[in-house]
């Protein structure tokens, strides 16, 4: 396509892509299932404490195709959700050794494997489906929820001493960091959870370790911090409690506030 200023677009509003990662049994399928008119790709068991949620069972990469192809029929679904991606990892990573001929992640990729090369070749794989599921968000304006599990990782960057953070619980970090950069909001949720009893010496150091007390009180968290991920590209709050009333409520209120300002 030729560049000028007449083949300048404008943008318009698309619903969001949510990726909502946190501990297991917190209620993200809970949360998830309360979304306008949801359709569960299951790749989990996730769903068996829900009555009702209308799904696909998932179980290799080939019937996560098929079922955003399918969605692209004529349907009254306003969500689309993958349940988890966590889970279906393990799909795409088996079609990655049937794809290449082998029985090992290791073995993937040119001359042999090695070198972690099977990250790199799992990518477009990911991709494929990211397409897909923006293509419905796109041509059949759906919201598109991918559900995940936490796990703590060591960090470790170049400018400070290393420290552990909850991340999404995806063999492949590279495959994480696409997440992160595709979705419009990235939700951890966790327990509220207070330290008491630590100490720390003059340089901040823990030199004691404190007793964690919790509430039960279940938050999800909306912006990043030195604890875990997380983002979101509509100025909304910090944190908030872990419900879908008070989730959407948190999009309806930035809505209302773009229409009060036109």
């Known amino acids: 396509m030729a560049i000028s200023l007449e083949t300048l677009k404008r943008s318009a509003p698309l619903p969001p892509r949510d990726l909502i990662y946190g501990v297991q049994g917190i209620g993200k399928s809970t949360l998830a299932s309360l979304m306008p008119s949801p359709v569960f790709l299951a790749a989990e068991d996730g769903l068996s404490g829900l009555e009702g949620v209308i ?42 050794l049937v794809n290449w001929g082998v029985d090992s992640l290791d073995r993937v990729g040119a001359n042999g494997g090695g070198f972690y090369k099977w990250r790199n070749e799992a990518l477009p ?46 063999l492949n ?28 010496d003059k340089r901040g150091q823990v030199t004691k370790a404190g007793r964690a007390i919790g ?3 279940r938050v999800m968290y909306l ?26 409520k948190a999009f309806n209120h930035i809505n209302n506030q773009n229409e009060g300002g036109n």
């Open 55 to 96: 799904h696909w069972e998932i179980r290799s990469n080939q019937d996560g195709i098929d079922a955003i192809s399918a969605l692209h029929g004529e349907h009254q679904f306003q969500t689309a959700i993958v349940d988890t991606v966590s889970a279906f990892e393990a799909m795409l990573h088996r079609q990655l």
């Open 125 to 170: 794989l990911w991709q494929d489906i990211l397409d897909g599921l923006d293509s419905l968000r796109i041509n059949k304006g759906m919201r598109i929820v991918l559900i995940g599990h936490s796990i703590d990782k060591e960090i470790k960057p170049p400018e400070a001493d290393p420290y552990r953070k909850y991340t999404i619980d995806l």
């Open 173 to 200: 970090d590279k495959a994480a960091a696409m997440l992160y950069r595709w979705a419009d909001v990235v939700a951890f949720c966790n327990f509220r959870i207070s330290v008491t009893g630590a100490t720390r």
């Open 215 to 217: 509430s039960g009180e």
């Open 223 to 248: 912006s990043e911090r030195p604890a875990f991920y997380a983002k979101n590209r509509f100025d909304l709050p910090e944190e908030i409690p872990l419900t879908c009333q008070d989730y959407l």
